[in-house]
């Protein structure tokens, strides 16, 4: 069928990078171009983009590594647990600081995307499940504190997580371009209204997917005059054992301050089911991490 994509799986979470089955995407030379779409063909794209996804569960350990223009590096660690429900990819993500002022303190947060995204978070002084100190409650995180840092230094916010313009129903197709050297097809989504943003900078969502594989290749967050305030950049990915593949290292680029916050994934477990009580905000219990392939 003309405009028809390879059935590659793929999925939709964190950056909607991260957990990219990509098949022989990594290995297939790209096409020359690609053609622009037809409005029906556009909103199939989108459709099937928003509902790709893995095979199986997920764990990845990751390294944020935070990289000021001005200033020393800091180190990040943490781990991300991801599945799906009716309602959309659901992440578990805990992200502790091990240098700077920062150091020691651990936070986790549960992400619910989808058409009514939620997130929830608490505070940890502990990470191991022997603590003497009870875990802590999580909280509601309402939508004004999705755009500051969860972390003095981290660079990221929960709206980087969880990534809801995705599923804005105020998505216009742009067109078809290319993205490091890719075909890509080009979507600007705009926030629902009321919607806060970036100190009231925010004005929409730029991205990019590849046209032959349907993964995202670079999202551009927009600024009042469709300046990128914040730019999420691909660098590399790797292939799992089961054939899947998944982004390993991204940047994400401050584009005011020329700040820099490069995650990689250095640890999977792909494919075995979680509990899914892992993902209730009332379960306070600390899960720890499942033996994992290191990379």
Request: aromatic letters at 14%; charged letters at 20%; proline letters at 10%.
């Amino acid at each position: 069928m003309p405009g028809s994509i390879p059935e590659i799986r793929l999925c939709l979470l964190f950056f909607g990078f991260i957990f990219t089955a990509l098949g022989v995407f990594a290995q297939k030379p790209p096409p020359n171009s690609a053609r622009n779409l037809s409005e029906g063909e556009a909103s199939s794209r989108l459709h099937q983009f928003r509902y790709q996804r893995l095979i199986g569960d997920f764990t990845f350990q990751f390294e944020l590594e935070h990289m000021p223009r001005r200033g020393e590096s800091r180190i990040f660690q943490g781990l991300l647990w991801g599945t799906w429900n009716s309602s959309g990819p659901l992440m578990r993500a805990r992200f502790s600081a091990v240098e700077g002022i920062a150091s020691g303190k651990s936070i986790e947060m549960i992400l619910q995307n989808g058409i009514a995204p939620l997130v929830w978070s608490r505070s940890l002084a502990s990470t191991l499940p022997t603590s003497s100190t009870e875990p802590p409650p999580f909280t509601n995180l309402p939508p004004h504190f999705w755009f500051k840092e969860f972390l003095p230094g981290v660079g990221y916010v929960p709206f980087d997580l969880l990534m809801p313009f995705t599923y804005w129903k105020k998505t216009t197709y742009l067109g078809a371009e290319k993205v490091k050297g890719r075909p890509a097809q080009i979507f600007l989504a705009y926030p629902p209204d009321n919607f806060p943003g970036f100190g009231k900078k925010f004005k929409a969502v730029r991205y990019a997917l590849d046209d032959g594989y349907n993964a995202l290749l670079r999202v551009e967050i927009l600024g009042p005059l469709d300046k990128p305030l914040r730019t999420f950049k691909i660098l590399s990915f790797k292939k799992l054992e089961d054939n899947q593949w998944i982004l390993k290292t991204i940047d994400l680029v401050n584009e005011l301050s020329r700040d820099k916050a490069r995650f990689e994934i250095g640890a999977a477990n792909v494919g075995n089911p979680h509990p899914i009580i892992l993902f209730d905000p009332n379960y306070l219990a600390i899960p720890q991490p499942p033996n994992m392939k290191r990379f």
